[in-house]
């Protein structure tokens, strides 16, 4: 932008200054959590996993800009985790394990997760992540509440997958369809006749038994005495 300064003498003396404007972003919006959400908030693990085991990642976004939308993470102590049994990486979002389950059956911790901006005057929002320790399962299931990013990449591969597979039975229909029709042509050719059959007819021409007139001989035997 450019400024001019001019004065009320004569002559009117001016000056000239380029204006730099910087339009910072306020920040007006809190994060939002993407996982976990009221509809996917459970996390199905087994007992005997060791301590530090990564369990989930939580993902929230801001609608801001620079600071006022970068997301940190943390577990308050509160609800099921007032003895930190879990523990969050605040970058990341990554959920481990900070306790041993191994003499637990089955139990349901409910752990409230809160996101904050980095602006001057934070906001935050809060939610509440369900873990579920089962002795039953002997491995982490592959749900969808692991990992949001994971499971949009396993539905792609579901998606291609289901699609090769149809294309493959459709390719094996075309081939038995095709087999089907030439084995029925082939039987109408026999049945009706191929042409190496009819050529065979007429290059060796049969003869009737009523065609062949018999014929016979006689010998005169003369006797002298």
Do not use: C, W
Not at 6 to 28: E, H
Not at 186 to 211: E, H, K, M, W
Request: glycine share 6%; no cysteine.
């Amino acid at each position: 932008m450019t400024a001019v300064a001019t004065d009320s003498g004569r002559p009117a003396l001016s000056a000239v200054a380029q204006l730099i404007v910087t339009v910072l972003d306020i920040n007006d919006n809190d994060p939002e959590f993407q996982f976990p959400t009221p509809r996917n908030h459970t996390v199905t693990i087994s007992s005997p996993l060791h301590l530090g085991y990564q369990i989930t990642r939580v993902v929230a976004r801001d609608a801001d800009a620079g600071r006022n939308g970068r997301v940190t993470y943390r577990l308050p102590a509160a609800g099921d985790n007032v003895d930190r049994k879990f523990e969050i990486y605040r970058q990341s979002g990554v959920v481990r394990l900070n306790f041993r389950f191994d003499h637990v059956t089955y139990a349901e911790y409910r752990i409230p997760v809160v996101a904050e901006d980095s602006g001057i005057v934070s906001r935050s929002a809060t939610a509440l992540l369900l873990v579920v320790v089962n002795r039953s399962i002997s491995f982490p299931l592959p749900a969808g509440s692991r990992d949001p990013e994971v499971v949009q990449f396993n539905v792609a591969v579901v998606v291609v997958g289901a699609l090769a597979l149809a294309a493959l039975l459709g390719l094996v229909g075309f081939v038995l369809v095709a087999f089907t029709r030439g084995r029925g042509a082939d039987a109408r050719d026999i049945r009706q006749g191929s042409p190496l059959s009819t050529v065979s007819a007429n290059y060796f021409p049969t003869q009737r038994l009523s065609d062949v007139t018999p014929r016979s001989s006689s010998v005169r035997i003369r006797v002298t005495t």
